[in-house]
């Protein structure tokens, strides 16, 4: 059997930025359950703006795969992020199924990292770049 790992990349490109797709694309609205969060978290509130940047510009880079390793991690860092600042509270926590309540944060949090060491594959828009 012959192995396609850039085939594989590119799944896993358009599966961990594409579902990513949804919640950005869901904030485009309605900014102010972040802004609140943040705002007693202690942090300010133009920080919510950086929400589009990690569900909607990093994703849509990743799936056409234009500096991937650069967008990628900018993604890991604000699921690192979001992790910490709403759902902290159940870091450690059990769904009602027996996973772990951040499981899917983590899903896009080490998608996008595995990502960042790998790069896009050749199935990309540039793929001869550093960040690529």
Known sequence: MKKNSDLGLLILRITVAGLMLFHGVAKLSNLNGIKSMLSSN?????MAYGSYITEIIAPILIIIGFR???ASIT?????LM???LAHSE????LS??????????LL???????LF???AGKYALSHKNTWD
Not at 75 to 79: E, L, N, P, Y
Not at 90 to 93: G, I, S
């Open 96 to 105: 009602k199924t027996g996973g772990l309540e951040i499981e899917l944060i």
């Open 42 to 46: 202690g942090l300010p509130e133009l």
């Open 117 to 119: 060491f790998t790069g």
């Open 68 to 70: 991937t390793r650069l």
């Open 90 to 93: 159940n870091m450690f926590a």
């Open 82 to 84: 979001a992790l910490f």
């Open 75 to 79: 993604f890991f860092f604000g699921m």
């Open 108 to 114: 896009y949090a080490f998608g996008a990292l595995a």
